[in-house]
């Protein structure tokens, strides 16, 4: 979405909610339906032979998924986006357009499990070699630069220890490296933070998460501004197929536009849920950016608009708590994911990062992550309370 002139005809910036609903589709011409359709076609007709229009075959291309592209460029106020089938898939896309077999890759020491896996398990059958570095420390980071690196990647705040690296400073080492910044802005959504203005190259999203909103759709995304980046990205996107179908790149757009909202009550939620975690004996340490002791606050009261929904903490009793918290929550539900409107507990240690054990990125078997969603603030501070009980 554009700027557009107000009524005293000065030129006007739309603010985020405004462009989560508006950007990437005007209401249709001859119908008039305010949402972009679900345009269930796998190819599309041609004018004449040899001459192709904007759409050709869904896999190239799909109307509603492009309206999902152009609005998540306009919300990392970027220049391109790309939408995959998940965050898995635009992760891949991402790392098998920058990289080549013998390249090597930064990435921090709690890695989200999945990365992980496709880095070690897979690319490295590749060549692809990584180094895993304290990404909250910009020497650290810069240390681990290697004369074959050719990506550091970041997530910030990182899952599942919600370490928080400065973007800004660490765009400015890999800049003077000639190495490609990719930022995993997922834990924070492009409201809470917009990794493109600090210096990052690209932006990944699992948008499964916080964008979708619902627990209802499976999608990852690409923004860059690079257009060449964008063009590799594209090469892979349809070469290899990872697209998401029209109907999720519906759903995901209806989840985009209550973004901005959604993202106010559930770092309002974490708030109280981390002052109640803190107060409480069975909880060891609890990790939450918005803390002024957090390693990374300042940092991330620099480049986030406020601190999020996620929330890690480590109990006192050790592995065997965090395990029996897991199971006396009844609000917050055991599962695997994060972002949506209901609340989530989870160990990562035996679930989302299981794949991680016993390896140089491998998390704390006491933690136990939050995804605090948008419900009555009062009922999750009591259904922990009686948890942790």
Known sequence: MNQFRGRQGALHEPGFATRAIHAGYEPDPRTGAINVPVYASSTFAQTEVGVRGDYEYARKANPTRAALEANLAALERGAHGR??????AAIDAALRALLRPGDHLVLPNDVYGGTFRLVDKILGRW???????????????????????KVVWLETPSNPLLDVSDIEAIAGVTAE?????????????PYLQQPLALGADVVVHSTTKYLGGHSDVLGGALVTDDEELDEDFGLVQTGAGGVPSPFDAFLTLRGIKTLAVRMEQHCTNAEAVVEALQAHPAV???RYPGLAGHPGHEAAARQMRRFGGMVALRLAGGRQAAVDLC???GIFTLAGSLGGTESLIEHP????HAA????????PEDLVRLSVGIEDTADLLADLDQALG
């Open 83 to 88: 939408a995959f089938g998940s965050g898995m």
């Open 127 to 149: 060549g692809v070699t990584y180094s895993t570095v304290e990404a909250g420390d910009v020497d650290a980071v810069r240390a681990g630069i290697t004369s074959r690196t």
């Open 177 to 189: 490296a000639g190495v490609r910044l990719v930022v995993d802005n997922t834990f924070a959504s």
């Open 284 to 286: 060891a340490s609890v």
């Open 327 to 329: 199971a006396r929550t």
């Open 349 to 352: 240690a035996t679930m989302t």
């Open 356 to 363: 991680s054990v016993g390896s140089a990125v491998a998390v």
